[in-house]
């Protein structure tokens, strides 16, 4: 059984919500990533890392100031799955940004991101998280989409290979 380690930043309380939800589907616990240091990491096979965008396009701040513990992460040998959210009615320019420079971060530190996710369903301009036409990983959006919030977890959980 992989080991895995679940982390996220919240403000509004969306973010810990779906980091509870994927937790309950694996029973696992979850951990708020404000004032840890990298070496929460060390432990863990398998990372997911959930995060919202904030205003336009920017990182969360507990993940803000969490940039220089992943700058100096060495990550190599581990698999990551990101989730996000955001808004892409109100903000369809930046829409999941902070999980494509969160995404960024952990392929510098040498982790291997898996569970990306298809952009189709989703009304937006431009966002940092899609990559070769998929996002990065599970985008959801409870502001706009909540009703297909818990089918997406499960089918992201699954082509991680995880029972949902």
């Known amino acids: 059984m992989t080991n895995i380690g679940i982390f996220f930043a919240s403000d ?80 369809p320019d930046s829409f999941q940004d902070a999980m494509g420079d969160l995404a960024d971060l952990i392929v510098e530190a040498g982790g291997e991101l898996v569970g990306q996710w298809p952009t189709d369903g989703y009304e937006f301009n431009d966002s940092r998280a899609v990559k070769d036409d998929k996002f990065v990983g599970l985008a959801l959006d409870e502001d706009r989409q909540p009703e297909l919030t818990d089918d997406r977890i499960a089918t992201w959980l699954a082509t991680l290979g995880l029972s949902a």
């Open 12 to 91: 509004t309380g969306n973010t810990e919500k779906i980091a509870e939800k994927i937790a309950t589907r694996l029973e696992l616990e979850t951990n708020d990533i404000a004032g840890c240091s990298n070496e929460v990491f060390d432990d863990f096979d398998l990372l997911i890392l959930g995060t919202p965008t904030a205003n336009y396009g920017e990182m969360q701040p507990d993940w803000d100031c969490f940039v220089p513990e992943l700058e100096d992460a060495d990550l190599s040998g581990k698999k990551v799955a990101l989730f996000g959210l955001g808004d892409q009615v109100d903000y």
